[in-house]
């Protein structure tokens, strides 16, 4: 089966400025894709045009069957799209709002009414219905911008920074959604939030400057982080000469000493490719060191992301 | 048309969601009604037609008008509405149509709630109600062209002060390229030509004729071609901005 967002060499340019830079990239129904990159790197521009708000310099995206640029009016219907800060007519309410979005995607009677029932219902938004968008609080704003996307029930949602704002409550509900709602759709969320990542997404690209500059699982991101396999080490007692005696195991690479919120211990860093927990373990057992805590590291999205966005020096 | 029936419903509903509306209309009221009363000498003329109210509506439209378009393009840019109105499966043309109807809508509303002029005038005399039928329609046609200049400037910014601006100074030049000032201002220079297409480019000299009793198709189709023509731009202009 063809993929569902299928996003062909996609390039934008602002006069002289290279916005998004022949970005390529397709969603399968049931995958949840983080869009990650640093604010300016090209996310809500490359969104823009997915959704058919700009037309690209060159390039296309393919939505359900439908090209943005040669058939925009199919492809929109196919697309529920959260716009960064979840803008909507502030002098509406909830449910004028929801009724104008029923009626320009062609639902009317009972079956608008049914329709908006129930993504009030997944939003949660039923105790505000009767009121004026602009006295909503953030998070409810933002849940109406998500009511507005779910309305049609599209295959395809596409949702510019979803939890920016929200609280640690609200952030969890709408990722709880956004699950519940992957199997049957193919969703793109752009996000700054790398615990977000991990949170929802089956998959993350990275972009920088433009550039699409890595795709992949959560983990295979992960594991391009010097923290992947790494050991964190936390000696509780006196051992002055445990730095020394680590670098000396065949599997490792570096030994830091940090200081953080976690408190104070060692990180461990592994040669490319080693697993060197067993390694750690029998010397700490053989050395005898009071050990307050020991963990292996799965690898930092933050590292990877900072490595890969960090403009070339 | 489904669609732009559903943005002309939601636009004009816009309008009267807050008070504002209500302001708009008793002001354009009282100052229509000023302006035939005290500029106009309704009841000094001594004569029973409304030449006196209809005469003011080119100047009374140079205030009102740009006040009703002015949020038309400008507030959905401000406030990033535009990015999910444009996102949902509607063209850039019923968007147009659907706004500009809905204000235009609004216009023909305050227009006819100046009907106790024409019923002052029934009563006082005897006016010929086919001259006071086609004022009406040359009004609303002459509103309507306004409207459309508005809409299109409207899109080029995302202050509404400057749309308003921008668009009171942009009718006014429309209003007064037929007047004498501009006129003899261009007498000992320019080319019989220009001072023609000059001249036939002013919604005063068009209303004008309109108000002989006549809807002369010329002028009918002078105001329609404005329309077309603003709305259009308005398309492109929206099209071109929308990014920034």
């Known amino acids: 089966m063809d993929a569902m967002i299928d996003v062909r060499h996609l390039t934008r340019r602002f006069g002289p400025v290279t916005a998004v830079n022949d970005v390529s990239f397709s969603v399968d129904r049931g995958e949840v894709l983080g869009f990650l990159g640093p604010n300016g790197a090209g996310k809500s521009t490359t969104m823009k045009v997915i959704t058919g708000f700009l037309a690209p310099t060159g390039g296309t995206a393919v939505i359900c069957g439908a090209d943005i640029v040669e058939n925009p009016i199919a492809a929109k219907r196919h697309i529920g799209y959260l716009p960064e800060g979840a803008p909507a007519y502030p002098d509406m309410t909830t449910l004028g709002f929801l009724r104008f979005i029923a009626r320009i995607r062609g639902f009317s009677g009972a079956d608008a009414e049914r329709r908006i029932d129930l993504a009030v219902n997944r939003t949660a938004l039923g105790g505000v219905l009767a009121q004026s968008i602009d006295t909503l609080s953030k998070g409810f704003k933002r849940r109406v911008g998500l009511a507005q996307a779910l309305l049609h029930d599209p295959d395809v949602l596409i949702l510019d920074e979803p939890t920016d704002g929200l609280d640690p409550n609200q952030k969890h509900e709408v990722r709880t959604l956004i699950t519940e709602l992957a199997p049957s759709k193919a969703i793109i969320i752009s996000t700054h939030i790398l615990e977000e990542v991990d949170a929802v997404c089956t998959r993350a690209i990275i972009v920088a400057q433009g550039r699409l500059l890595a795709d992949g699982t959560p983990s295979q991101l992960e594991a391009r982080s010097r923290h992947h396999n790494a050991v964190r080490l936390a000696i509780s007692g006196e051992a002055p000469d445990a730095a020394t005696a680590l670098l000396r195991l065949p599997g490792v690479q570096s030994v830091e000493p940090v200081d953080d919120a976690e408190g104070a211990g060692l990180m461990i860093f592994p040669r490319e490719g080693h697993a060197i927990v067993s390694e750690v373990t029998d010397l700490v057992r053989t050395a005898g060191w009071p050990i307050a805590g020991m963990r292996v590291e799965r690898g930092r999205l933050d590292d990877v992301f900072r490595a890969i966005t960090a403009p070339a020096a | ?244």
């Open chain 2, 1 to 244: 048309m489904h669609n732009t029936w559903v943005i002309f419903r939601r636009e004009l509903a816009s309008y009267f969601a807050t008070p504002l509306a209500y302001v708009f209309i008793v002001i354009f009221l009282v100052l229509a009604g000023a302006l035939t009363f005290f500029l106009g000498n309704f009841f000094d003329r001594g004569q029973d037609d409304l030449v006196s109210f209809f005469s003011f509506h080119p100047w009374l439209y140079l205030v009102f008008i740009p006040a009703l378009s002015m949020r038309l393009w400008a507030e959905e840019r401000k406030s990033g509405t535009i990015e999910l109105f444009l996102t949902l499966p509607v063209s850039l043309s019923a968007a147009v149509l659907g706004k500009f109807f809905a204000a235009w809508a609004f216009a023909g509303i305050a227009l006819i709630l100046t009907f106790p002029f024409w019923i002052t005038a029934n009563i006082l005399g005897s006016p010929d109600n086919g001259v006071i039928l086609a004022s009406y329609i040359g009004s609303f046609l002459m509103a309507g062209g306004y409207l459309a200049i508005g809409s299109a400037l409207s899109a080029l910014t995302k202050n509404q002060v400057i749309a308003f601006v921008l668009t009171a100074a942009v009718c006014f030049l429309f209003t007064v390229s037929g007047s004498t000032v501009v006129l003899g201002f261009l007498q000992n220079w320019a080319p019989a030509g220009v001072q023609d297409s000059v001249a036939s480019f002013s919604f005063y000299s068009h209303f004008n004729a309109i108000l002989r009793g006549v809807i002369d198709l010329r002028d009918a189709v002078f105001f329609v071609s404005v329309m077309a023509l603003f709305l259009y731009a308005n398309a492109v202009i929206v099209d071109l901005t929308k990014a920034d």
